[in-house]
Nanobody, 125 residues
Framework: QVQLVESGGGLVQAGGSLRLSCAAS????????MGWFRQAPGKEREFVAV????????YYADSVKGRFTISRDNAKATVYLQMNSLKPEDTAVYSC??????????????????WGQGTQVTVSS
């Protein structure tokens, strides 16, 4: 059974930084693409960043490009999202997801079959 557990969310002032972590179990983590997605109140879930199974390629939403960095540590079965220069509009519940086996860094949400519970990120102005 796949388990994804996020941590690292919290309250931060605009301009600040947070690092989210997602610990995975139940699959050979190193073989799967991983992604971060977010959902703000009253809005649909949206893509944030994804990383290929090898870690060799990444892809970001335009809204976070240059501010957020996704990375993975296969030895720890963990994917990270470093978030810098945070803005109030980044406020959302952030969830990680397990993507395709040996998958590329793809943003299509329907390709991600397992999801964590999410962690709240709140950015105050």
């Amino acid at each position: 059974q796949v388990q994804l557990v996020e941590s690292g969310g919290g309250l931060v002032q605009a301009g600040g930084s947070l690092r989210l972590s997602c610990a995975a179990s139940g699959r050979t983590f190193s073989l799967y693409a991983m992604g971060w997605f977010r959902q703000a109140p009253g809005k649909e879930r949206e893509f944030v960043a994804v990383i290929s199974w090898s870690g060799g390629s990444t892809y970001y939403a335009d809204s976070v490009k240059g501010r957020f960095t996704i990375s993975r540590d296969n030895a720890k079965a963990t994917v990270y999202l470093q978030m810098n220069s945070l803005k109030p509009e980044d406020t959302a519940v952030y969830s990680c997801a397990l993507g395709p086996r040996r998958g590329a860094a793809v943003a299509t949400m329907t390709l991600y079959n397992f999801w964590g519970q999410g962690t709240q990120v709140t950015v105050s102005s």
